[in-house]
């Protein structure tokens, strides 16, 4: 469905969306935040699919830790692994005037790994 141009001359192409909801009180949940919340979930959900898949090795690759102890401490390296590689997103991306969504987190990863021998990764 197109719109009417705006200001600028500038058509929008667009979508109907439909919400289907148990948040019922308008005044409580105003209709006009939900298309936010909703890109803001899926970019939750992307994170979430990258630090599972891409950094963990997939869905079948289970943590190795055996106790509560170290898989907490396992799952916050790949937390902070995570972190940096998205600061890493963030510095390339300021350096080519781009935006940081724009840049694929997995070719970030692999780039990455490129670059990090297995004795700079395990020298004490």
Not at 13 to 36: G, H, I, Q
Not at 60 to 88: F, H, K, M, N
Request: aromatic share 8%; charged share 25%.
């Amino acid at each position: 469905m197109e719109s009417e141009p705006d200001e600028h001359g500038n058509r929008e192409v667009s979508e109907l969306f439909c919400l289907v909801t148990t948040l019922l009180d308008p005044d409580a949940y105003p209709l006009r935040d939900f298309p936010e919340l909703y890109h803001e979930r899926w970019t939750l959900e992307t994170a979430i699919g990258d630090v599972e898949t891409r950094l963990r090795g997939g869905a079948e690759v289970v943590l190795r830790s055996g106790r509560p102890d170290l898989v907490y401490q396992e799952v916050y390296a790949l937390l902070c692994v995570y972190q940096a590689i998205r600061a890493l997103i963030v510095a390339g991306a300021e350096h080519a005037d781009l935006d940081p969504d724009r840049i694929s987190f997995t070719r970030t990863v692999q780039a990455a790994a490129r670059h990090v021998s297995d004795d700079a990764a395990f020298s004490p």
